[in-house]
């Protein structure tokens, strides 16, 4: 079992639509989640950073823990088409360690 | 604040050589992580630096090692290289003074290495 689990995808999504991403974890003594953003080409960039089971929402996007089930997952409201890229989930074990998922393409369609 | 940069961009280098990629952290930052991407395997964890001593190390052979400058400036090598060394190589920066597990990384460009 991988330590950090996601649905390659692609996720096909029309435009205006909410796209949701998810991400399972093995280890529960896992501390902090994030969610990143990859374009193709490019370096992750941080989308969202959650700590405490619940919703933590930043304009378009909401991030939702449930620690119980050892899954995270990542909203987007009103998707665009600029939207599209890969989702990385990140999981923190241990130090500052992130360990990813293998992300989720995500396509948005005009 | 500037970002975190690295350089070079690219590299090509051949079987058996050896390599040393250079990461800048944001200004203030002084924790540094290197981390691997490829198609197959993803993002892996290579090492974390912080104040000048390795706080982490992820599972790659001893060929991967770094090293951080008083500056905060990081770089990595890899000897003898392998084909399988091709990869996209990420730095990321934060500031690792916050409660261990909850600072944010922010990633650099990368720096493409091609080993023929």
């Known amino acids: 079992q991988k330590e950090v689990e996601q649905n390659s995808g692609p996720l096909s999504v029309p435009e205006g639509a909410i796209a949701s991403l998810n991400c399972t974890y093995s280890?529960?003594?896992?501390?902090?989640f994030f969610w990143y953003r990859q374009y193709s080409g490019k370096s992750p960039e941080l989308i969202m950073s959650?700590?405490?089971?619940g919703d933590k929402e930043d304009g378009r996007f909401t991030a939702q823990l449930n620690k119980a089930s050892q899954y995270v997952s990542l909203l987007i409201r009103d998707s665009q088409p600029s939207d599209s890229a890969t989702y990385l989930c990140?999981?923190?074990?241990?130090?500052?360690?992130?360990?990813f998922g293998g992300g989720t393409r995500l396509m948005v369609k005009p | 604040k500037a970002g975190v940069t690295q350089t070079p961009r690219y590299l090509i280098k051949t079987r058996g050589q050896q390599v040393t990629l250079s990461c800048s952290p944001i200004?203030?930052?002084?924790?540094v992580s290197w981390y691997q991407q490829t198609p197959g395997q993803g993002l892996q964890f290579l090492f974390e630096?912080?104040?000048?001593?390795?706080?982490n190390k992820g599972n790659f052979p001893g060929r991967f090692s770094g090293r951080q400058f008083s500056n905060s400036r990081s770089e990595m090598n890899v000897s003898t290289l392998e084909l399988g060394d091709s990869a996209l190589y990420l730095c990321?920066?934060?500031?690792?003074?916050?409660?261990?597990?909850?600072?944010?990384?922010?990633f650099g460009p990368g720096t493409r290495l091609t080993v023929l």
């Open positions: 990321a920066s934060s500031p690792g003074t916050g409660a261990v597990g909850t600072d944010t990384q922010y």
């Open positions: 280890d529960r003594g896992s501390q902090s």
């Open positions: 959650i700590y405490s089971n």
């Open positions: 990140a999981v923190v074990r241990a130090g500052n360690m992130l360990t």
């Open positions: 200004s203030g930052h002084r924790s």
């Open positions: 630096y912080f104040s000048e001593t390795q706080r």
